[in-house]
Nanobody, 126 residues
Framework: QVQLVESGGGSVQAGGSLRLSCTASTTTWDSHCVGWLRQAPGKVREAVAVMDRDGTAMTVIPDKNPRRISISKDSGNNTLYLQMNDLKPADTATYYC??????????????????WGQGTQVTVSA
């Protein structure tokens, strides 16, 4: 069982930056696939960035500038990060941290994540 707690959401103006954090309750998630996903009102939940078991990080959300979003992990602090720069109103959503030990691929969410955080709201104003 892995418990995940997100933080760092908030309201920013377009062009601003945010860094979301996700702290895990156990170090065993080092062997898990992890990721950040988001869900906007009226839309399906979608993967934003993921990291597989060997630490390979991928920004998977379609974007003209995928480098503005990056995922990273600090194993020493059991924390997963999502750095988002040049934020746009279209980035407004609830952002979730997720983890899974099996790393089974699944459309839309990238992996069939078993463990989820409670979500943190990101609101970007024009």
């Amino acid at each position: 069982q892995v418990q995940l707690v997100e933080s760092g959401g908030g309201s920013v103006q377009a062009g601003g930056s945010l860094r979301l954090s996700c702290t895990a309750s156990t170090t065993t998630w080092d062997s898990h696939c992890v990721g950040w996903l988001r869900q906007a009102p009226g839309k399906v939940r979608e993967a934003v960035a993921v990291m597989d078991r060997d630490g390979t990080a991928m920004t998977v959300i379609p974007d003209k500038n995928p480098r503005r979003i990056s995922i990273s992990k600090d194993s020493g602090n059991n924390t997963l990060y999502l750095q988002m720069n040049d934020l746009k109103p279209a980035d407004t959503a609830t952002y979730y941290c997720a983890a899974d030990p099996l790393c089974v691929p699944r459309p839309q969410t990238w992996y069939a994540f078993q463990y989820w955080g409670q979500g943190t709201q990101v609101t970007v104003s024009a």
